[in-house]
């Protein structure tokens, strides 16, 4: 038995470094949810043209009784941005006015607030390293 631990050591040795990336932690509180109806989703992205309207790197959906509103995603080193809404209705959608004006509350990494248009990735940009991050983001 001893012979094959020593075994497998050595060939792991040999095998050189993982090529797994070390993760580290993104933790996101959501703060200024008003009700306790529906649901909190969160979608968290990594680089895209299209921000906000991208595929999620990883998602989340809390629901609005509970309190603290937070998660924490095991993720890679990068940059991210994060979009959070307050599903009120729990469909599963954002409900939006004329010409695509959110009726739920909203908010977006860095706390960015978009004035006449979406906001693009780099608005809403944050770094993680590899000690990990810890945001707040506010929904209005």
């Keep these: 038995m001893l012979y094959l631990t020593l075994l497998w050591a050595v060939a792991h040795f040999l095998a050189g470094p ?4 070390q993760k580290a932690a993104l933790t996101i509180t959501i703060q200024n949810v008003q009700s306790k109806t529906g649901t909190v ?9 299209k921000f906000p309207d991208c595929n999620p790197e990883n998602t989340a959906i809390i629901d609005a009784k509970s309190s603290p ?4 995603f095991s993720v890679e080193p ?8 307050h599903d009120k209705n729990a469909n599963g959608e954002l409900d939006k006015r004329i010409f695509g004006i959110p009726k739920e509350p909203y908010g977006f990494s860095n706390n960015f607030r978009p004035r006449m248009s ?7 940009k944050i ?10 983001i506010r929904i209005e």
């Design 18 to 21: 993982s090529d797994d990336p």
């Design 118 to 124: 979406a906001p693009t990735f780099g608005d809403c």
């Design 41 to 49: 989703r969160i979608a968290l992205m990594k680089g895209c043209k």
């Design 78 to 85: 990068g940059d991210y941005a994060v979009a959070v809404y």
């Design 127 to 136: 770094t993680v390293g590899s000690g990990g991050k810890t945001i707040q």
């Design 69 to 72: 509103f937070q998660k924490a």
